[in-house]
């Protein structure tokens, strides 16, 4: 059973429900109030007996019997006095008020009611001279009887009618209610591993669907940044690394195709281990990109970055031991605002990857500045270096794109694409400034640091 059909039948239900409630209430108010009425013209009618047959004396039995019947009076109407010996004083057209129902409906209160078959009664006791009277009243209301037959047959039309409307009204409403839902899964049906930019209508992005929309709208943009995040080291990796491993093959095939000195065979050993070594910084390259390209959730927790700047200068030198890198830092009053929010081990790796680059690209010194300007924290990277062409300046953080001018000088061009998903990911802006043949500037804007912030 679909959906649709459901809502149509638990709507149908609950509306049969409160009609079948308030029907059962209207029928009883409706008979209570009549009966009521009805008990209350017997107790008159009693009153009116008593009065006329024991405190009027002229008005004997017979006389008594005339008048009833020719006032009017009720149908199928007993009329019935005893006194409190139960002996029977006065009767009119008795049929169900036999002796034995006349004494089993004697009742000690003042007014009592009761009924027999389908007639109401009522049972007065009527004092007079120090004596009790019972008056019995006994008649069926055929006006209440009619009315109830046709309030009933109303209310059972009435049911069925608004049954037969409510099943109608449900199938339209389910079904209006239902099609956004089947719109989405139109929707998604279409989508598959190549339409993963594909997305739902988010509408106003008020009521439940929409929220459901929005929240498969962000796992279809994760699903499609891991999807391409694949797609591109896929397409990296087979690009990047089949000329090295051809230059490999070709060159082993080359050294083996004939006997070699042993000096021979050493060097090519020393170029393999070489080649290899690029392949395995490559490699780690491309991981670290696929890594950012599929990870938003990284651990943030409060950096020290001159301690950072400092470390990384350490460990740049190993590798470029003639080289000097000069930190120029103006320490604020507050040292809390050396502080930044990020992770420590994505931010070493930017820093290694520009102090490498600006050593790589300069045969000079390199300086590093750390200042405070309006409240942000600024880390000025520069070389005096080969520099970048200006109208190549917007590209040099895409993958695997290097100047012209450096296109000499090894490397990947995998660097400088990690420090700006880094840098994104840690809300960073970065600003680059160069001129060809006399140096570049990188310079880093990290967001004001706020020490009871929470990660």
Not at 226 to 254: C, G, N, W
Not at 414 to 427: D, E, T, Y
Not at 435 to 455: C, H, S, V, W
Request: charged share 25%.
């Amino acid at each position: 059973m679909n959906i649709k059909t459901r809502l149509s039948l638990q709507f149908t239900s609950i509306v049969f429900g409160i009609l079948v409630f308030f029907s059962v209430l209207v029928y009883y108010f409706s008979f209570s109030s009549q009966r009521s009425k009805f008990r209350d013209s017997l107790l008159e009618k009693a009153q009116n007996t008593a009065i006329l047959s024991i405190n009027i004396q002229e008005i004997d039995s017979t006389l008594l019997k005339k008048i009833h019947q020719t006032t009017r009076s009720f149908e199928a109407e007993e009329i019935a006095i005893t006194n409190q010996s139960n002996k029977l004083l006065y009767s009119n057209k008795t049929n169900l008020l036999t002796p034995v129902e006349i004494i089993s409906h004697t009742y000690n209160s003042r007014v009592a009611f009761f009924s027999i078959d389908n007639k109401d009664g009522v049972s007065y006791v009527h004092v007079a001279s120090d004596q009790n009277y019972h008056v019995f009243v006994l008649a069926h209301d055929r006006y209440r009887e009619e009315n109830l037959n046709e309030l009933k047959s109303i209310l059972l039309w009435s049911i069925l009618i608004s049954v037969i409307l409510s099943v109608t009204a449900a199938y339209f409403f389910s079904k209006s209610a239902i099609k956004p839902i089947s719109n989405i899964i139109t929707k998604v049906k279409e989508i598959n591993s190549s339409k993963l930019s594909n997305r739902l209508d988010e509408g106003k992005r008020q009521d439940e669907i929409e929220q459901l929309s929005i929240t498969f709208n962000n796992m279809l943009s994760d699903l499609e940044k891991a999807f391409k995040s694949q797609d591109e080291f896929v397409s990296h990796a087979s690009h990047e690394l089949r000329t090295p491993l051809a230059i490999m093959i070709a060159e082993s095939d080359y050294i083996l195709s004939k006997t070699r000195g042993p000096e021979d065979y050493k060097n090519h050993l020393s170029g393999l281990i070489e080649d290899l070594r690029k392949m395995n910084s490559l490699i780690n390259s491309l991981l670290e990109l696929a890594h950012l390209n599929g990870n938003k959730n990284i651990q943030m927790t409060a950096v020290r970055i001159d301690e950072l700047i400092f470390n990384t200068i350490q460990s740049i030198k190993s590798k470029y031991p003639g080289r000097k890198i000069l930190p120029k830092i103006e320490y604020p009053d507050n040292e809390n605002d050396l502080n930044v929010y990020g992770n420590q081990g994505l931010l070493d790796i930017v820093f290694k990857n520009l102090f490498e680059n600006a050593c790589k690209f300069s045969s000079n010194d390199v300086e590093v500045e750390i200042s405070m300007v309006n409240e942000s924290l600024q880390v000025s990277i520069i070389d005096q270096g080969v520099g970048i062409p200006e109208d190549q300046i917007d590209s040099i953080f895409n993958a695997f794109n290097r100047s012209d001018n450096v296109k000499y000088i090894g490397g990947f061009g995998i660097g400088l694409s990690i420090v700006a998903k880094v840098m994104k990911l840690h809300s960073v802006e970065i600003k680059v400034t160069s001129e060809l043949n006399k140096g570049t500037r990188f310079q880093l804007i990290f967001p004001a640091y706020i020490a009871d912030k929470e990660i």
